[in-house]
């Protein structure tokens, strides 16, 4: 059984960023209940010694060469899908968290 | 040139070369389709007839220079909503990007254009991608032209319906957990996902980014052949894209074969769980292979057992990673509380009023999948099923050519009828979920209709990675045979649209 | 805010042992970011250094800077670490309005470099060597403007504005284990530790290493034990340290003040604490809203990166040498004293004194004015010498002197324009036309006037009272507005008295 309840549902939502409401954090409770249950078979299904697969086909060493592209957008590009800016910047509301 | 919109785009390409007609005849003849039975269908959310015309004037002026960029150069195309296109809005089915324009274009769509192809417009899709019946969208449900009260598929339910209604010769999807392949079983259409990382995932609004592929749809396996080649090939700004060179998968759709191919039926995709309907056209099709010059065998592949589960711990956790950056900030939509808030709580209200709730849903299991504590059992346990899956597929592959199964265990349900119970159409993606976490190659094509409700049912062939022709190989084969057996596509069974020609 | 009360630091040291732990963040000034295409460059327009993927856009990718991983290689080489066969990138997920995908493409478990080791030199000679648990690689975040507030700080902003343009740029980030031992020399310690790393980047190039622009940045973890005690005390980790001043300051700053709070039975509260330069304190930060779960896993858009034993070992040919070595070598050529060299090296002056020197100074030269005028302007400035002037401009001003064009005095006079940000040393001579005049011509002139102004000291000098020749010989350095040589007007003054 997994511990899936509408406080985790609610820390899982703030660490999301996403402000649900009474309502959605009841009903998604209800469904994940459901939902862990099934995936979490996932545990007994593999060994320690199963090796994990991130990446389905294997490639390595992946790079580009250290030169500028014509992929750098304008300033006006940049900033052309933001809902706020200063004209340079994008604009936020002031910010409670600190940096990390 | 009649009923230009039935044709394919193979025949639209020879129309075009030998004069017979224009792309601006094509494309207005679509764009008139379009308005004739999209209401209906709603498998389009942005058309722009100006923009279209002008690409297809372009074209003509090409062609009469003789600088034509291509075989498709004038032969227009849908493209699913979720590559960002910087002449037409991307809002990946979401209200959260209502409206965006992206300051660049996707790389399958670049490709599109320097071939000449002519876009469309986007089509509908399940929010981000998210689901199999294209219900979760934000902007409404697409309705299958088949039956209009029902699903079209999902997630690229627009693409596949658009094809099957005319509306388009073919267009591009994508597809993570089947979500080309599925609407093209049940729309009676084509839908191909390449090999992971044949076709560059630059400019897809990302779901999984290990499972994503773009991938064509279309009417017949040549035509996706032929689109399948305009987009493939590697992509410096995708690091997964891989840098093989491919073989033309359109002269692998002309050089149909069954001689001697060995087709493994996969075990755990039959019988229990599937409508007898889908079982009998599928095990019809492996009769005519079979009599054909095919030998069916019967292969085991346990791990799928289960794909599902690991298929829905890995989505959800990469995708709560790649949803994050939908945070008000750069691009989209903008909630700010009632008397001001700090961009914590603007973030909050934001992505609660602009995601839906499957998209919720989804995110909220990933962030749960990746926890402190939780990764191991979760996350990491889905990796490694991956691997076991992996691992059971090369072990069929050793002695069979390529594998077999329904593309999905049911024909289109009911608009509305699975909406109460996510896992339930979260289990319909079985037959399609276990090629994206494989990353190997898979095709649906149809194969006729159910006797219960008269709806398509579509075969999925899958093959090792990277051996892309092969399906189109086996796929055309068995697509010559059948359009024989019927005497015609199996979409000129389909009822005609109101308003559509037909 | 009440200033904490802070404990005599030799009274801490005998009841508490600390204990330290660094996080550097190396820039690398590849030309382009780490997993875009877009210009490293400092500066310029808000904004105008962007490709999609910096801006995190959807169906954005990133791909790796080849010459990125070249130089943390080099960089892990030269810390004396192991590099891993095969590492992996992983995303670090939380949200913050500077970073763009709202997660950081970082390294977790596995690590480029791990397990490596430094050897620094303090002031008295002592070696200490420092533990290197790992150097990963990430990227930086963007940069944060926030308005409204008194300070231009956080608290009590009305708003912030984002600039993208750093977003993205290479990171290295290095990281010590657990450092005991330091005892008294920890303040020093923690300085003479981030000079070493300075040193080492800039001699591989792959660094400006300028903490003022934030090329090198440095969080300094302290933790207190009572004496005798085997566990741990609770650590603070402290921000904003931007100067070599800061790190050795900040380090000092925290023993005291967790020693006060300890000895008055109080707790450490295991929090990230800001540096503030002005006040020499550190203060609270706000909370970190995300509780540390940053969710890691590995990045699926990057594949992992397995340098070939080749390439590790062409790296590892091609580093120079090893930061003690080089010392004594250079001190060797330049025949500087014990003294004098230590002098130097206390003062983390050594690069702009080889810098200089390549710029055509003498090592005397170089060194009186690094650690004679230039420190004193820094020191009260607040500042790192390195960040007022050049070793260019440095060489450029003594070069001036050894021509003759400038006395000594008007050398200090024209480097402190060059340090107001008047132009370069011989722009400034000529802008203020500081030159020594070489022309007796003019001198004869001026003396002939100040002589025939004050006949009295004409008088004595013709006696023989040549010291009051002090008073003709300040009249026309007066009215030659200091561009005389004084030695050379004595010597005209002395000439033109007796010569009539």
């Known amino acids: 059984m997994s511990d899936i309840s509408e406080e985790r549902v609610r820390h899982l939502a703030g660490l999301a960023r996403i402000d649900l409401s009474d309502s959605e954090v009841s009903a998604l409770t209800a469904e994940l209940v459901q939902i862990v249950d099934v995936v979490a078979q996932v545990t007994s299904a593999v060994d320690a010694e199963t090796p994990a697969t991130s990446h389905p086909i294997p490639l390595t060493n992946v790079y580009r060469e250290d030169v500028v592209t014509d992929d750098v957008l304008t300033q006006e590009q940049a900033l052309s899908g933001a809902p706020e800016t200063d004209g340079t910047r994008f604009v936020v509301s002031a910010i409670l968290g600190e940096e990390q | 040139m009649s009923d230009l919109i039935r044709h394919t785009a193979a025949e639209l390409a020879d129309a075009l070369a030998s004069g017979a007609t224009t792309s601006v005849e094509i494309t207005q003849a679509h764009l008139d389709q379009i308005s004739a039975v999209d209401t209906d269908v709603h498998a389009y959310l942005h058309v722009n007839p100006e923009l279209s015309l002008a690409a297809a004037s372009a074209s003509d002026e090409r062609r009469a220079a003789g600088k034509t960029l291509g075989s498709l150069d004038g032969v227009p195309v849908a493209i699913k909503d979720v590559l960002v296109t910087s002449d037409m809005p991307s809002t990946s089915g979401s209200k959260i990007l209502e409206g965006w324009m992206s300051p660049y274009d996707a790389t399958p769509v670049r490709k599109l254009r320097e071939a000449g192809l002519i876009p469309l417009g986007k089509t509908n899709m399940d929010e981000f991608a998210m689901g199999s019946s294209t219900e979760h969208s934000a902007y409404g449900p697409t309705r299958n032209p088949w039956d209009l009260t029902r699903i079209p598929g999902g997630s690229g339910g627009g693409s596949a319906a658009a094809v099957a209604a005319f509306e388009a010769p073919f267009a591009l999807g994508s597809d993570t957990g089947g979500s080309i392949r599925q609407p093209a079983h049940v729309t009676g259409t084509v839908g191909v996902k390449p090999t992971y990382g044949g076709v560059s995932r630059y400019g897809a609004i990302a779901l999984a980014s290990s499972l994503d592929q773009i991938g064509p749809c279309s009417r017949t396996v040549l035509d996706a052949g032929l689109l399948h080649d305009v987009i493939k090939g590697h992509d410096r700004h995708d690091s997964t894209s891989l840098t093989d060179s491919w073989p033309s998968f359109a002269d692998a759709a002309r050089n149909a074969n069954l001689k001697g191919v060995r087709v493994g039926v996969i075990k755990q995709l039959e019988g229990e769980g599937f409508q007898a309907g889908v079982m009998n056209r599928f095990r019809e099709s492996l009769d005519l292979l079979a009599a054909n010059g095919a030998e069916i065998v019967e292969v ?95 072990k069929a592959f050793a002695g069979v050519d390529v594998l077999a199964s329904p593309t999905a265990p049911t024909t289109a349900w009911k608009l509305g009828e699975q909406l109460d119970d996510p896992l339930a159409m979260w289990r319909g993606d079985v037959a399609t979920i276990p090629a994206n976490l494989a990353g190997i190659p898979g095709i649906s094509i149809p194969v006729g209709l159910a006797d219960e409700d008269g709806l398509p049912v579509g075969i999925q062939f899958l093959a090792p990675a990277r051996e892309d022709a092969r399906l189109y190989n086996i796929a055309s084969a068995l697509e010559s045979l059948l359009t024989s057996k019927w005497g015609g596509s199996l979409l000129s069974q389909a009822p005609a649209l109101k308003g559509g020609a037909s | 805010m009440s200033k904490a009360k802070l404990m005599d ?38 904004n105008t250094h962007t490709t999609p993927v910096c801006l995190g856009l959807p169906g954005s990718l990133p791909v790796v800077n080849e010459q990125a991983i070249r130089y943390s290689i080099s960089l892990g080489l030269a810390l004396g670490c192991s590099i891993a066969p095969s590492s992996r990138f992983a995303r670090k997920n939380y949200f ?40 990963h690689m990430e990227e930086d975040a963007g940069k944060l403007t926030h308005v409204g507030g008194a300070t231009g700080r956080i608290q009590g902003a009305e708003y912030s504005l984002v600039d993208y343009n750093r977003a993205g ?49 440095c969080d300094a ?127 983390g002056l050594l690069n702009e004194l080889v810098a200089t020197v390549s710029a055509g100074a003498s090592p005397q030269a170089a060194r009186k004015w690094w650690t004679g005028e230039i420190a004193r302007l820094a020191n009260a400035a607040d500042v790192d010498p390195s960040a007022l002037v050049t070793p260019e401009q440095v060489a450029e001003v003594q070069a001036l002197v050894d021509e003759g064009t400038l006395t000594d005095r008007l050398a200090r006079q024209v480097l402190e324009a060059v340090i107001a940000g008047e132009g370069s040393p011989r722009d400034i001579v000529e802008a203020q036309g500081l030159a020594v005049v070489s022309d007796d011509g003019a001198l004869i002139a001026a003396i002939d006037e100040a ?43 002395l000439e033109r008295a007796t010569a009539q």
Do not use: C
């Not at chain 2, 849903?361 to 889905?382: K, V």
């Not at chain 3, 300085?191 to 792959?206: C, F, N, Q, S, T």
């Not at chain 3, 004409?458 to 030659?480: P, T, Y």
């Open chain 2, 300 to 394: 085991d592949l346990p791990a799928i057992e289960h794909a599902v589960a690991a298929y829905y711990l890995i989505l959800p956790a990469e995708a709560s990673s790649n949803l994050a950056k939908f945070d008000s900030v750069r691009f989209g939509m903008r909630v700010t509380p009632t008397g001001g808030g700090t961009v914590e709580q603007v973030m909050s209200a934001t992505r609660d009023a602009g995601f839906g709730a499957e998209v919720k849903r989804r995110i909220i299991l990933g962030t749960y999948a990746l926890s402190a504590g939780y990764y191991d059992a979760y996350y990491g346990s889905a990796q490694k099923v991956r691997t076991l899956v992996q691992q059971d597929f090369a």
């Open chain 3, 9 to 46: 630091f030799d009274k801490a040291l005998e009841i508490y042992e600390p204990v330290l732990g660094f996080e550097v963040h190396v820039e690398l000034n590849t030309k382009t970011k780490m997993f875009s295409s877009a210009p490293n460059e400092f500066g310029g327009e808000p």
């Open chain 3, 96 to 135: 913050y309005p500077d970073l763009a995908k709202n997660y950081q493409i970082s390294q977790y478990d596995e690590p480029i470099a791990f397990e490596g080791s430094l050897e620094i030199e303090l002031a008295d000679g002592k070696l200490v060597t420092i533990p290197i648990e790992r150097a």
């Open chain 3, 169 to 217: 740029v290479p990171l290295v980030e290095i990281v010590t284990k657990p450092i005991f031992g330091a005892e008294a020399d920890a303040p020093e310690l923690a300085k003479a530790y981030v000079a070493a790393i300075r040193d080492i980047v800039i001699a591989l190039g792959i660094s400006d290493a300028r903490m003022e622009r934030g090329n090198l940045r």
């Open chain 3, 221 to 347: 973890n302290v933790s207190l034990r009572p004496r005798g005690q085997e566990k741990l005390g609770t650590r603070t980790e402290t921000k904003n340290v931007n100067s070599l001043r800061s790190v050795e300051r900040a380090v000092r700053y925290e023993i005291q003040r967790q020693a006060q709070i300890l000895s008055e039975g109080g707790t450490i509260i295991q929090e990230t604490r800001h540096w503030h330069e002005d006040t020499g304190t550190t203060s609270a930060g706000r909370p970190k809203s995300d509780a540390d779960d940053y969710r890691y896993f590995p990045e699926p858009d990057l594949l992992p990166v397995e340098p070939s034993v080749e390439l590790i070992e062409e790296l590892r040919a091609a580093l120079p040498e090893q930061p003690v070595e080089r010392r004594r070598r250079l001190k060797a050529e330049w025949g500087f004293t014990d003294l004098e060299f230590q002098d130097v090296v206390n003062s």
């Open chain 3, 451 to 493: 002589l025939s102004a004050q006949p009295d000291v004409l008088e004595k000098i013709r006696e023989g009272k040549v010291q009051a020749a002090g008073a003709v010989i300040g009249a026309v350095m007066k009215a030659m507005a200091g561009t005389a040589d004084a030695a050379r007007v004595r010597e005209l003054v």
